[in-house]
């Protein structure tokens, strides 16, 4: 018998009356003679509330007994489905991380799941139950509770599927799958049937809100087919898969982008070699990540102007380690929170000529100044000014075709 993973989100599962239609959901797999394994999110808005409680308490609450209280919204939904799965006349049960165990590794707050102690539930569905398992969860080698990182239900979803040798792992969500764009920013955005890996990595990690970057790279590494669908309209989702399973990827995929980035420029500084790396030392310390990075030689070639991007909430704590190093000289520092980012993505531009040039012209036709260019194998990226995202956004989704 076949096994599927299927996996419901904070909002497939942000009322009983969902919490129902859920189960009737599960009851359609087992209809079809799967073995079904549930993971579940806590019900919407219940860990938020939580870590508010724990804030009022102690500014500096502890690690270990967070991950206590956090992960306790995940056993509230658990129960709540598995009740409800009981009172329809189907065997059923709740799995919290420990009772299995799921086991991790890393700390509090940001573990990796390290493995799965299969016996237990591979007994449980050969009865014929239906196991409930906590999301977003597991515990230690000293066997404390531990989290992952927050959308981690994705992640214990995807492990689980591996750990259980899934046929199929399904993430249901409030979305009808992946989309070109943001569709409640481009009304002409459209859904994607099927996307590779490292397109839906670049998509996510470039503010795409559809699935955690760690979650989707667990995929990739264990090489696991991810169908996104809505909990809430019967309609075929989005499949996620290798690149070499999609016979003709379009040039350009999507068009993702953010608003929460900050501009650095460093002007001035002595040109010489370990100069970068002392600049991004401090950065890497303190957990701040840089994302696009040019330099530009002066003329003489004693000194350089450096700029980089950060998110806009770490602009304040950079302008303090830059100007606190003293292993760094410069003549003047810029920071400007008024910027953007939009970029392209698509498997299809390794083999395309031109695609540079056609997202260059079709900005400058609109008049959008480009302050930054990176670009990688299926991606290409441009800082623009705040108030030219949308329309940067909307320019580069009609130029590739993705209106259509």
């Known amino acids: 018998m076949k096994i599927i993973v299927l996996k419901f989100g904070g909002t497939s599962v942000g009322s009983t009356e969902r919490i129902k ?3 009737k959901i599960i009851v359609s ?11 579940s999110s806590a019900m919407s808005g219940v860990t938020n509330d939580l870590v508010k409680k724990s804030k009022k308490l102690s500014k500096e609450f502890s690690k270990a007994e967070h991950d206590v209280l956090v992960s306790s919204g ?4 658990c129960a709540l489905i598995s009740g409800r799965l009981v009172d329809m006349g189907y065997k059923s049960r709740s799995w919290m991380g420990w009772q299995i165990p799921i086991l991790t590794e890393g700390n509090y707050s940001s573990s990796r799941i390290s493995r799965i102690e299969k016996t237990k539930i591979q007994n449980y569905i050969k009865s014929g139950g239906i196991p409930v398992i906590t999301g977003f969860q597991g515990v230690n080698s000293e066997f404390r509770v531990t989290t992952l990182e927050r959308g981690g239900s994705d992640a214990s979803a995807i492990m689980c599927a591996k750990f259980f040798n899934a046929d199929k792992c ?8 992946v989309y070109t764009t943001d569709p409640k920013v481009i009304k002409s955005a459209k859904k994607i049937k099927v996307i590779s890996y490292e397109e839906i990595l670049e998509m996510a990690s470039l503010g795409a809100k559809v699935m955690q970057p760690a979650s989707i790279q667990d995929a990739r590494l264990n090489r696991i087919d991810i169908h996104v669908k809505s909990s809430f309209k019967k309609k075929t989702g989005t499949r996620i898969t290798k690149r070499k399973n999609i016979s003709q990827p379009k040039i350009i995929t999507g068009v993702s982008f953010s608003k929460n980035d900050a501009k650095v420029t460093l002007v001035g500084v002595k040109d010489r070699p370990g100069i970068a790396a002392s600049i991004f030392k401090p950065f890497s310390i303190n957990n701040i990540n840089v994302d696009m990075v040019v330099q530009n030689i002066s003329a003489n070639g004693a000194e350089t102007d450096l700029t980089f991007t950060i998110k806009a ?7 303090k380690l830059i100007r606190s190093n003293k292993n760094l000289k410069f003549r003047n520092l810029i920071i400007d929170k008024n910027v953007s980012k939009v970029s392209i993505i698509g498997v299809g531009m390794i083999t395309t000529p031109g695609v540079t040039f056609r997202m260059f012209n079709a900005l400058a036709k609109k008049k959008i100044n480009i302050l930054v260019i ?21 320019t580069l989704h009609k130029e590739f075709g993705l209106d259509n």
């Open 374 to 394: 990176s670009t990688s194998e299926i991606k290409i990226s441009v800082l623009v000014k705040k108030k030219d995202i949308i329309k940067s956004v909307s």
């Open 313 to 319: 909430q770490d602009a304040t704590k950079s302008e």
């Open 21 to 23: 239609k859920v189960a």
């Open 29 to 39: 797999y087992v209809n079809k003679k799967y073995r079904v394994i549930v993971v």
């Open 74 to 77: 995940e056993q509230m939904s």
């Open 170 to 177: 399904v993430i249901y969500t409030d979305v009808e799958g």
